[in-house]
């Protein structure tokens, strides 16, 4: 299954994000100031479109792997 953005939570100066794959999750937390002028939605959404292009990348990669040879030597 791939990876993909859950939610993101403001902690103070930090946003912590959350991505999962149906059975693993994993909090990233990105600790940057926002821009000046931007809202904490605009932050946020920066931050998960910039999440989201990671995952994209991650998840390209990560095609379907034939390992049933790898069993015969089990």
Do not use: C, H
């Not at 390209?60 to 089990?74: I, K, N, P, R």
Request: hydrophobic fraction near 45%; charged fraction near 25%; proline fraction near 1%.
């Amino acid at each position: 299954m791939a990876w993909a953005f859950e939610k993101a939570v403001k902690v103070g100066m930090d946003l912590r994000v959350v991505v999962g794959n149906g059975t693993e999750t994993t909090v990233l937390i990105y600790g940057f100031p926002m821009k000046a002028g931007q809202t904490q939605a605009q932050f946020k959404a920066a931050v998960r479109k910039e999440v989201r292009a990671w995952l994209d990348d991650i998840n390209a990669e990560a095609g379907e792997v034939d390992v049933s040879s790898e069993y015969a030597t089990l």
